[in-house]
């Protein structure tokens, strides 16, 4: 299968019919030994310092790698894309592009499926039957979610990694599959975690520095045990048909829409405490302001940059944070006992 590289995540069964293999940017950034450099071969190439990190890490990334076809999001995710997409054309890239429909809407996403069908060369037909060999891979994915918050059996950091790598399964998701099923192996015969832990939910597109933070935070005595855009990658509301998957998935519509997935999920995961990533020249970190005013739990924004490891400032911070949330706990525990309750 030839390699497409994907700048989010979008519907892959169109493109695996078109005998594609997709490939997520943004995963190939973070696992690089030096993403840094990625970075930098955008800064050289003229792209502003004040551009989001991710922008100029896929560019360096499909520069670097040598992705020859890439497919980017220009509706329902980053207005960066747009330029992002020309500036890849001018240097003599194969550039498709795919929009999400402007609201959730099974009928409108369909004609977008079958735009993305016809200009790949494949129908959805074929794109429905590779659909239905990814859900037991998908249903697999958000078993280890439910591990996550409910059985309190696998970690902040395994939840982040396997629910992100569905955007692309890795590039093989007969592998992914397999992998998945020997860690769950792993995780089932665990303990499960202490029962006082915070739980923390992490909301905002994933970190620049996420390799770090989930061990931290779990260090300092917090576990995540909800990543609401990770999960959405896994899109957990599969629906009758291609296009209610992807109609159903929350993140690129308005924000007020995955307000009620995430307050279903802070509710039944019975989380403690918010962390909400913004990264820097981002757009959706004006986002902060509607979560703040929607949800009813303590919250931390945290800001990333160019960093791909947690520096001071922020660890500071998140100390304080989990130890206020600490402190509240056994505030209301001692409310609690005073009243008998
Ligand atoms: S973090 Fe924001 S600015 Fe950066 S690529 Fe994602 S949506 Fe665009």
């Not at 990625?38 to 890490?57: D, M, T, Y």
């Not at 576990?223 to 959405?232: A, D």
């Not at 509710?267 to 990264?279: A, E, L, P």
Request: include cysteine; proline fraction near 4%.
């Amino acid at each position: 299968m030839e390699k497409i590289g994907i700048t989010t995540t979008v519907p892959i069964e169109v493109l695996m019919a078109a005998d594609y293999q997709p490939v997520d940017l943004n995963n190939v950034l973070v696992t690089d030994p030096n993403p840094g450099r990625l970075v930098n071969i955008a800064e050289r190439a003229g792209f502003p310092l004040n551009c989001c990190s991710w922008i100029k890490g896929i560019y360096g990334v499909c520069l670097d790698y040598g992705i020859d076809n890439i497919l980017g999001v220009i509706g329902g995710d980053c207005s960066n894309t747009i330029m992002l997409m020309e500036v890849l054309k001018l240097k003599g890239r194969n550039t498709l592009t795919f929009a999400y429909p402007d609201q959730s809407d099974p009928q409108q996403m369909q004609y977008a499926l079958l735009k993305l069908a016809a200009t790949l060369g494949t129908t959805l037909e074929a794109a429905g039957r590779v659909r239905e060999e990814l859900q037991p891979v998908r249903d697999l994915a958000l078993r280890l979610d439910k591990l996550t918050w409910k059985q309190n059996i696998v970690s902040g950091w395994e939840n982040h990694l396997w629910l992100v790598s569905t955007s692309d399964f890795n590039q093989d998701f007969h592998k992914y599959y397999r992998e998945l099923q020997d860690s769950l192996e792993v995780c089932s015969r665990r303990q499960a975690y202490p029962a006082g832990q915070i739980r923390l939910a992490y909301l905002g597109v994933p970190s620049v520095y996420a390799r770090e933070l989930y061990p931290y935070l779990e260090r300092c005595g917090a576990r995540v045990v909800f990543n609401e855009v990770q999960r959405q990658f896994a899109l957990p509301v599969p629906g009758a048909s291609l296009a209610e998957q992807y109609s159903h998935y929350t993140y690129p519509y308005s924000i007020h829409d995955r307000l009620k997935d995430i307050k279903t999920e802070l509710r039944r995961r019975q989380v403690d405490g918010v962390i909400h990533y913004v990264q820097a020249f981002c757009y959706r970190g004006i986002g902060d302001i509607v979560f703040r005013d929607a949800i009813d739990l303590p919250m931390l924004t945290l800001e990333g940059n160019d960093d791909f490891s947690l520096n001071n400032h922020v660890r500071t911070r998140i100390e304080a944070f989990l130890d206020m949330l600490l402190r509240s706990r056994q505030r209301l525990n001692y409310s609690k006992q005073a009243l008998g309750k």
